[in-house]
């Protein structure tokens, strides 16, 4: 699936789909009107991709290999936000979205620029053009269910930093998402049709009919806990990021941070490996 077949995807992120990272990330507060259906629901839904507008949000910003740092920011402002990302089918009845099927599954990187006075989740998302990260290494789902393949992968994270490697968000099964599998696509086919502009939120119907109703749409759907290491660690020009997505059938924790600390090539059988560097 190429880049230029991407970029007619309309692109979304859930917010809050795993315990502790909006405190972690210092965004809980931005939420405090925000009233969910259940106290472990994501907080909502954003956009950070909307094809043909003409607002910052209309530039592509997926990129497999680099961020580019933001210009106009002070310093220690940018974060990894380490994720899987959906690659699904939007299915309309009468206007209205009524299923989506999530096809494939890829390493995510929801970077985000911490902006204590941002009214929208979106104006922390996309500066420009590779601003955001997606693996090139794309997983086919057979099921979105339990006893499918996303059953045994997890997410694991890492900074490179003066030729040493921290792990950066807690090495977490896609399982622990609050939300996942049919219950978290019932309640992203809600607030596809229902999601008000309210606070940090937005109207996703208007977004969606704006942009002439993509069947395509890749949305991130939480980014993991941040280890000690990664809550207190902003990314800087010259770092290398890698999230990986692995099947721990396969691979492990342990074996991956060796590979990545003895500086061996990549290599791990049913994994999406995201490798960028800031630049």
């Not at 998402?177 to 309210?198: P, T, V």
Request: overall charge negative.
């Amino acid at each position: 699936m190429s880049k230029k077949h991407l970029q007619g995807f309309i692109g979304f992120g859930v917010a809050g789909n795993f315990a502790h990272h909006l405190v972690q990330a210092g965004e809980a507060s931005d939420f405090v009107n925000v009233v969910t259906e259940e106290e472990n629901a994501p907080k909502g839904i954003f956009p950070f991709y909307l094809p043909n507008s003409e607002s910052f949000l209309g530039t592509y910003p997926l990129s497999s290999e680099t961020i580019e740092y933001p210009k106009d920011i002070k310093e220690g402002n940018l974060q990894m936000e380490p994720e899987v990302a959906l690659i699904c089918e939007v299915i309309y009845e009468e206007g209205k979205v009524v299923d989506l099927i999530p096809n494939f599954f890829t390493a995510y990187n929801d970077c985000s620029i911490r902006k204590p006075n941002a009214k929208k989740i979106s104006e922390k998302k996309n500066w420009g053009e590779n601003t955001k990260g997606i693996s090139s290494q794309i997983i086919q789902i057979d099921k979105f269910e339990l006893g499918g393949v996303m059953d045994n992968y997890h997410i694991a994270s890492f900074l490179k930093r003066d030729g040493k490697i921290y792990p950066y968000g807690e090495d977490s099964p896609v399982l622990t998402y609050n939300y996942f599998y049919e219950k978290l696509k019932n309640w992203m086919i809600d607030k596809l049709n229902n999601q008000e502009d309210f606070g940090p939120l937005e109207d996703l119907y208007t977004h969606l009919k704006n942009s002439g109703f993509p069947k395509g749409l890749i949305v991130s759907i939480g980014a993991t806990s941040y280890t000690e290491f990664g809550e207190n660690t902003f990314l800087e020009v010259g770092d290398e990021i890698f999230v990986i997505v692995y099947d721990n059938t396969k691979a492990s924790f342990d074996v991956i941070i060796n590979l990545l600390e003895s500086n061996q090539e990549l290599i791990i059988s049913g994994a999406s490996i995201l490798h960028q560097k800031i630049i």
